[in-house]
């Protein structure tokens, strides 16, 4: 099984649940430093379960663009070689660039793209098993259209509604954070 927690903070609970198990993926790409301090790409889990433990630690600013390089090149490889039986998503909103609480400053289609990927990688992998459990999100509006366009997903529709758009900002560069990820998890 593998858990991919997209909401913006560190996953504390469900990293220590399974720190030590090698049956278990789990993946988080959140804000970093952040609440709540935990989730340092160092994290890689205990025992014979180190490597299957996924820390991403983003700066603020990431915005749609490389929080998809991310999972392109990052989560999906890593997703491949597990080869999970089930995908659990721990699914927060509060990445949004509109969230009062972090700031990686993604879209309501950033958020959608992600879920589709994520989807994607259940129906290569595991014949499509594939749960969307709600975790944060504080921009109710925001919440909506996330948790809407995630349902459109997983109903096939292409169609998906971002009427809050997006702030202009100036991404940050992710080149050293992907490469020291790669070498980290042999990707
Ligand atoms: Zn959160």
Same mark, same amino acid.
């Given at each position: 099984?593998?858990?991919?927690?997209?909401?913006?903070?560190?996953?504390?609970?469900?990293?220590?649940?399974?720190?030590?198990?090698?049956?278990?993926?789990?993946?988080?790409? *959140?804000?970093?430093?952040?609440?709540?301090?935990?989730?340092? &790409?160092? #994290?890689?889990?205990? $025992?014979?379960? /180190?490597? @299957?433990?996924?820390?991403?630690?983003?700066?603020?600013?990431?915005?749609?663009?490389?929080?998809?390089?991310?999972?392109?090149?990052?989560?999906?490889?890593?997703?491949?070689?597990?080869?999970?039986?089930?995908?659990?998503?721990?699914?927060?909103?509060?990445?949004?660039?509109?969230?009062?609480?972090?700031?990686?400053?993604?879209?309501?289609?950033? *958020?959608?793209?992600?879920?589709?990927?994520?989807?994607?990688? &259940?129906? #290569?992998?595991?014949? $499509?098993?594939? /749960?969307? @459990?709600?975790?944060?999100?504080?921009?109710?509006?925001?919440?909506?259209?996330?948790?809407?366009?995630?349902?459109?997903?997983?109903?096939?529709?292409?169609?998906?509604?971002?009427?809050?758009?997006?702030?202009?900002?100036?991404?940050?560069?992710?080149?050293?954070?992907?490469?020291?990820?790669?070498?980290?998890?042999?990707?």
């Amino acid at each position: 099984m593998a858990i991919i927690d997209f909401d913006v903070h560190h996953g504390n609970g469900t990293q220590d649940a399974f720190y030590s198990d090698a049956d278990v993926l789990y993946v988080s790409s *959140h804000q970093y430093p952040h609440y709540p301090g935990s989730g340092a &790409a160092e #994290e890689t889990g205990s $025992g014979q379960a /180190v490597g @299957t433990t996924l820390n991403i630690p983003l700066p603020g600013g990431v915005g749609d663009g490389g929080v998809a390089r991310i999972y392109d090149e990052i989560v999906t490889p890593a997703v491949r070689r597990f080869r999970p039986d089930l995908i659990l998503v721990s699914a927060g909103y509060d990445a949004h660039w509109a969230d009062p609480l972090a700031g990686l400053m993604l879209t309501c289609t950033g *958020h959608a793209r992600l879920a589709r990927t994520l989807i994607d990688l &259940a129906a #290569e992998l595991c014949h $499509g098993r594939i /749960v969307f @459990t709600l975790e944060g999100g504080y921009n109710l509006d925001a919440l909506a259209h996330g948790v809407a366009n995630a349902v459109r997903a997983l109903l096939g529709r292409d169609d998906l509604s971002d009427p809050l758009g997006s702030a202009q900002n100036t991404e940050p560069d992710l080149s050293a954070i992907i490469a020291d990820l790669k070498t980290r998890h042999r990707l």
